[in-house]
């Protein structure tokens, strides 16, 4: 699904959670338009950067509700977020099939030189309470925001055979960094 209707708000509603933006990536270079800006946010009291895309919602995807995708990691990763952004995203319009939560998208190899993470897992937010991935609001969302969280081999297998919201259960219980691709295996 995708539509060409603007997002009154959505740029508010995503500095209130993010803070401001920092940085744009125009979806036009001299290789032609990729068809979504990349956005940079980082609050300065955060030691977490954010990555948002920008007009994938606009593309003539399948997906339940027009989305747009988000990854958020430490500061000093903010260019592994970019790139996990920009290539789910290049991919979902390649393929023209949006992202459920819950969806993997994994690799044979480390996505990371020497870390353990391997995937991807869309899900809600695991910085923000539920009302910052459907806007305006959960009561009439017009668009998804969906986090990007990277994973490793053995958490893939445990949703293959438990489930995502199980894994980020133990997120939970574990108190894992989700924001540190360094971080091993909470399971």
Same mark, same amino acid.
């Given at each position: 699904? +995708? @539509? +060409?209707?603007? +997002?009154?708000? =959505?740029? /508010?509603?995503?500095?209130?959670? =993010?803070?401001?933006?920092?940085?744009v990536e125009s979806a036009k270079?001299?290789?032609?338009?990729r068809g979504y800006d990349l956005a940079f946010y980082r609050a300065e009291e955060s030691s977490v950067s954010t990555v948002v895309t920008n007009g994938l919602r606009f593309q003539p995807i399948t997906s339940?509700?027009? /989305? /747009?995708?988000?990854?958020? =990691?430490r500061s000093d990763q903010q260019h592994i977020a970019h790139y996990l952004v920009d290539s789910i995203a290049s991919m979902i319009i390649r393929n023209r099939t949006g992202m459920e939560y819950g +969806?993997?998208?994994?690799?044979?190899?480390?996505?990371?030189?020497? @870390?353990?993470? @391997?995937?991807v897992i869309a899900h809600t937010s695991p910085l923000f309470d539920e009302a910052f991935n459907l806007f305006p609001n959960d009561q009439a969302p017009t668009l998804q925001l969906i986090s990007l969280v990277p994973i490793t081999n053995a958490e893939v297998e445990f949703v293959e055979n438990e489930g995502a919201?199980?894994?980020?259960?133990?997120?939970? =219980?574990?108190? @894992?960094?989700?924001?540190d691709v360094r971080r091993g295996s909470a399971v």
């Open positions: 699904m +995708s @539509t +060409s209707q603007p +997002s009154p708000g =959505l740029l /508010e509603h995503l500095e209130q959670r =993010l803070g401001p933006v920092r940085q270079s001299d290789r032609g338009n339940m509700m027009p /989305e /747009e995708l988000v990854c958020s =990691l +969806s993997v998208f994994q690799n044979d190899q480390p996505i990371v030189e020497g @870390t353990e993470i @391997t995937a919201d199980t894994l980020f259960e133990v997120f939970h =219980l574990n108190r @894992t960094d989700l924001f």
